[in-house]
């Protein structure tokens, strides 16, 4: 009987995860090993990498570094000796209304999740690129984005831009990168119950507002993302490519 259902399998692969240190990077770099990858995770944090290797032990290199950092980033992955997936997630936000957004704010946006997340996609890509038969193993790109790059939402109007703005980079980046079989998608997740949320949803008026626009009802789980970005990252969605995974609870649907 033929096998229609594939099964998510990353054993083999070498997966880069920047922002691993907490939240859904953190929870996407065990969802992956549980399913065979080895981890290179990226962080600024030592002391939660060192949590991090302690507790998958084995398949797991940490490395810390900023990814603004662009000249350590460079050195970095290029002494890697593989890529197979890189899981492109760390980023920021500082919610303020487009009327009294600093110059900093937007400088630390900008720098961190467009300028940043581009280059980490570039050098990435250029190292999956060296291994010869990468049109015949494929490859894969995951953004983490936001369902704030669908849409708008009240103090987000920087943080909607770069991440409008990583919407359009994955889908340049699936259409430049299918010759090779490297797929690119993204996520847009709602609100999700990580440590940085935590303190937005401890405000009971900002917990009714997110609760009130999700139909599900619910706060995402970093389970929720996290299982997504492994699929993605998986041959089980060998033909998804240029595609954003809505991860919202119907957010965006009304």
């Known amino acids: 009987m033929t096998k229609f259902l594939k099964d998510i399998n990353l054993k083999g692969k070498i997966a880069v995860v920047t922002g691993a240190t907490k939240g859904i990077g953190r929870s996407t770099a065990i969802a992956m090993h549980q399913v065979g990858a080895t981890i290179v995770a990226f962080g600024r944090n ?26 350590k980033i460079s050195k970095i992955i290029k002494n890697l000796n593989r890529i197979d997936i890189l899981v492109n997630n760390a980023g920021t936000n500082l919610p303020e209304p487009f009327l009294k957004v600093k110059k900093s704010s937007l400088e630390t946006l900008l720098n961190v999740n467009t300028k940043g997340a581009f280059n980490i996609a570039k050098l990435c890509t250029d190292k999956m690129l060296k291994l010869k038969n990468r049109k015949k193993v494929g490859g894969a790109i995951i953004h983490t984005s936001s369902m704030f790059g669908l849409v708008g939402g009240p103090d987000r109007t920087v943080y909607s831009m770069t991440k409008f703005g990583i919407e359009g980079l994955t889908r340049g980046m699936a259409v430049d990168l299918a010759k090779y079989n490297i797929r690119v998608n993204s996520v847009c997740p709602t609100f999700v119950d990580t440590p940085r949320a935590k303190k937005y949803l401890s405000n009971k008026s900002f917990k009714k507002y997110a609760l009130s ?28 490519t240029g595609s954003s995974l809505i991860i919202d609870g119907g957010w965006t649907a009304k």
């Open 46 to 71: 030592k002391n939660d990498l060192s949590s991090l290797k302690k507790k998958l032990k084995i398949r797991i290199k940490c490395i810390e570094c900023d990814v603004t950092d662009y000249k």
């Open 213 to 240: 626009n999700i139909p599900l009802g619910r706060i995402a789980t970093e389970s929720d993302i996290a299982t997504a970005i492994t699929y993605l990252g998986s041959d089980a969605s060998s033909m998804i």
